[in-house]
């Protein structure tokens, strides 16, 4: 029965889609630039993983996809590797430390893309840090282009901390897009033959006409395992 | 050019060199000792691993759903770069006037 309220969770179909869309544009953008040289880096937030999603380690992360992209690892960054590795159980990196090494590795590239989805799952405490450091370095990286993804709520953090340079766009998944998602859902379930024709028609009839409700009431249900 | 200088200097001399030489001196450097290397560089960095959690999400995607929305201007505009530099962030949110009621 859990497998089956995952369809009626607002907030796994919206968690979903959001993830879908932000998978769907790095991918568009490494297939548009095939036949350039163009670093696409991305970092997925996620409630549950507040205790690793630091900004240091999303700045890394970042980071370490650019590096991943060219043919020899930056001196700076090798270096700095160096260094941490001779002190006593090696050193971590601060912020600081990985936004001076994320510049390094963005230095030889003309422009780059970073998409950051769901920000409005990162920790509210260190998200001034993480948006200065994407800030600072959208500054000294003039060709760095920063696709962002999150809830309403976020959006007064990302005018404050990247003043002037961000873009808002309304969005919102089209009735379409919720209908496809809910067909291969359905057509994927193995389950599915336990469920009567006329269950899967309500299903397809009733969700997409009442999802901003069911959003709604969903925002208290516990969101339904997924296969992620 | 021989994969085993893949991680040495390059043409612009702005490769790292040092921790990599090491293994050149003893004739020993393979392949595997230069990616051995290269991911001892790339797990320092962080310990997330984001593009797991991509391709994660990209294996159950579904052809043209979401299409449009790489058709539409805002998007077009920011990636190819014709808006100015100052607009080189794209925030994609719900309508602040719908709140928790919308989609996103």
């Given at each position: ?7 009626l ?22 297939d548009h ?13 996620d ?10 380690n ?6 370490k996809?650019v ?27 601060q912020v600081?430390?990985t936004v ?14 970073i ?9 509210d ?10 800030h600072?370095?959208?500054q ?14 976020v ?13 808002v ?15 291969m859902?359905?057509?994927?379930d ?28 969903a925002?208290s ?8 | 050019?021989?994969?085993s ?21 003893l ?12 991911a001892?560089?790339?797990?320092w ?43 080189a962030?794209l ?10 009621t919308?989609?996103?």
């Open positions: 029965m859990v497998r089956k309220n995952s369809y969770g607002g907030k796994f179909i919206a968690n979903w889609i959001k993830r879908y869309y932000s998978s769907l544009v790095i991918d568009s953008l490494v630039f095939s036949e350039e040289d163009v670093p696409d880096a991305c970092v997925y937030c409630f549950r993983d507040h205790e690793r999603q630091t900004a240091a999303m700045i890394g992360a970042l980071t996809q590096v991943n992209t060219l043919s020899t690892v930056p001196t700076e960054i090798g270096e700095a590797f160096e260094r941490a590795e001779r002190e006593v159980g090696g050193r971590g990196l600081s430390e001076r090494l994320l510049r390094a590795a963005l230095a030889p590239v003309k422009r780059a893309f998409c950051i989805d769901a920000l409005d799952e990162f920790s405490k260190r998200l001034p840090q993480l948006l200065a450091s994407l600072t370095v959208s000294t990286s003039p060709g760095i282009r920063l696709f962002i993804t999150g809830r309403p709520h959006r007064s953090a990302v005018e404050k901390y990247l003043p002037g340079s961000a873009q766009i309304p969005f919102s998944p089209n009735s379409d897009d919720i209908r496809e998602y809910l067909e859902r359905l057509e994927h193995l389950d599915s033959e336990e469920m009567s024709p006329a269950l899967k028609a309500d299903i397809m009839r009733c969700i997409p006409e009442k999802i901003p409700d069911v959003y709604v009431i925002d249900i516990p969101e339904a395992p997924s296969n992620r | 050019m021989d994969p200088t893949q991680l040495e200097l390059n043409a612009t001399g702005t490769g790292y060199t040092n921790s990599f030489n090491r293994t050149n001196t004739n020993t450097t393979t392949n595997t000792t230069h990616a051995d290397e290269r001892k560089v790339l797990n960095l962080s310990p997330l691993r984001p593009r797991v959690r991509h391709e994660d999400v990209r294996t159950r995607r579904q052809d043209g759903l979401g299409e449009w929305f790489l058709q539409t201007d805002e998007f077009l505009r920011w990636r190819d770069g014709k808006g100015e530099f100052g607009k962030t925030f994609c949110s719900g309508n602040p006037g719908v709140g928790k919308f989609l996103w």
